[in-house]
């Protein structure tokens, strides 16, 4: 705006001027008449690249017909997934809680035991079942009657341990432990799922006998040399990115497992 009352004082300016010169020469008999601006000059155009201010103003979203319904499903979608998210892991939490107190119950000695079970809440059927299960492998065995691990086991075991990590005595010893405890458990279980010889049992460990398993049961030691050979070549040849490997596995879930 202000550039352009410059110029526009300009240009009368030099008019002006233009005029005085022209009125002041005596040898030209010429009445110069009286200019002015056109009309249109004091227009105000608008640029061509704005756009109108009607255009300009903010929409606001609530003046949008479906904005309040929107609004309102989008709220109750928001409280539903809370509580579906609430309630599910209020669920996982109880069930974990469940575990850990059943893990500790079966491991627990005899002193630990005797507590108050009050705040327990009842197991499931097959929960009972499975408990039933781990208590025979715990207490149903004598310790007495299983034989221990073989004195030649934990050599060979002790040559595959490196020289500079036979330092630790304790480490060491505590591991051993835990090896001897896992051969016991491990031989506990054996004798009770031989005794036990039942079809619930079975199931409750996911041992499931397919046609494809009895199969396996019935052929014996006449393909033992075969199968041994195949064995080898498939080591030698079949590499984990070969796409054989992926319809191999595919197979064996499908009909073995």
Known sequence: MANRDLERERLIKKITEKRAKLEARGDLNIKVPRLTLPSDYNIHDRSLFSLPPELLKPILASA???YRRQLADDKKKAAEHKVKLQSYTALRKQREEYRSRL????????DERDMDTDEY???????????RYYYYIKNGVDTVHVAPIDEKVLVRVFTLIPKKLMKFEATLAASVQDVKDDFMMA???????????????????????TKEKIELKQIGNKYRASIHSAKLKITRNL???NPCVAGIMDIWEKEYM
Do not use: C, R
Not at 103 to 110: F, G, P, R, S
Not at 187 to 209: S, W, Y
């Open 64 to 66: 949008h017909p479906k």
């Open 103 to 110: 893990v500790k119950l079966i491991v627990a000695t005899d």
């Open 121 to 131: 809440y009842t197991p499931t059927a097959s929960e009972k079942e499975l408990l």
């Open 187 to 209: 031989i506990k279980k054996a004798i009770v799922d031989f005794v036990l010889q039942d079809p619930n049992f079975i199931n409750a460990v996911g041992e499931d006998l």
């Open 239 to 241: 590499h984990a990115i």
